[in-house]
């Protein structure tokens, strides 16, 4: 025990009173130690208390100045997460802390916590900023809703990749969704910008003919103009997925977050080149037909295609 303490400048020492060695290195020589009584007997002390060995912690850790113990929890074929629901499910129906105890989970778990918190901010301001760059650049919200719209349908690919795969969601898989739908507007917004040329200049053609636009001229403006976007979207795609392909066969340290991030990446492409070519264009004739039947002329972006007709 401590019974006093030596200040030699800033520095302090405690000063302990214990047995000798030889009186304490085994545990007969502590049952024999001597303990006096009130009458001045002396009785052994393994005839008054029960003297054992036990193991203890290997290392007394301190966090936030209160000693804690850690429990690791191994995971394999499932999800962090959901080891992690079932965990303290069963730890808050089959266990009672004393007084003054706490039980944190940490690890991984914290981490993915901490990450869709952030989640939750970050990505409905990155959708506002996207809904409204796409307006500037549409100024229509029905071309807006049809990208928006239409996106879900392109990531129905990395899901089945995924599954494929069997990886479980993650942060990393989170990261590669969001970049599968960043592609899939550009792509969705490329294809947009030309069916509306194309549309513009088969309006002006039956403008100098004298004569109304009609679902023929409607339908060969959308052809037309996706036809002439199928080699730049297809190069496109190709060029992703052979790059993230090497990306999915990489070894070494941070693969594995590498290819989580890829995955929903190379098998969303094939449902983006799906969407790109046949669903936009097909929601884009329902749209317009509306217009065509009602007799109204429909509104063009030539400006916009003229400013672009050079890409690709």
Sequence with gaps: MNVAESVEGLERYPINLRYPRELRDSLEDLQLLPLITPTGAQIPLGQVAAISVSDG???????????????????????????????????????????????????????????????????????????????????NFAEVAIIVGTVPLALVGGVWLLHALDYNLSVAVGVGFITLAGVAVETGVLMLTYLDRALQLQRDKAKSENRALTIED???????????????????????????????????????????????????????????????????VVWKRLSVNQGQEPSGQLGQAERVSGIG
């Design 57 to 139: 912690p290997g290392l007394i850790r301190t966090e936030n100045a209160c000693p804690n113990g850690w429990v690791y929890i191994d995971v394999a074929d499932r999800d962090v997460v959901s080891v992690v629901n079932d965990a303290q499910a069963a730890v808050s129906a089959q266990v009672d802390l004393p007084p003054r105890y706490a039980l944190t989970w940490s690890g991984q778990y914290e981490y993915i916590e901490r990450a869709k918190a952030r989640l939750m901010f970050v990505i409905p301001v990155v959708l506002i900023i996207i809904l409204v760059l796409l307006y500037l650049n549409f100024r």
């Design 218 to 284: 409607l339908n060969d403006a959308v052809t037309n103009g996706a036809l002439h976007r199928v080699r730049p979207i297809m190069m496109t795609v190709t060029t992703i997925i052979i790059g993230l392909i090497t990306v999915m066969a990489g070894e070494g340290a941070g693969s594995e977050v590498m290819r989580r991030i890829a995955a929903p990446m190379v098998g969303g492409m094939t449902s983006a080149l799906v969407l790109t070519l046949v669903v936009i264009p097909a929601v884009y």
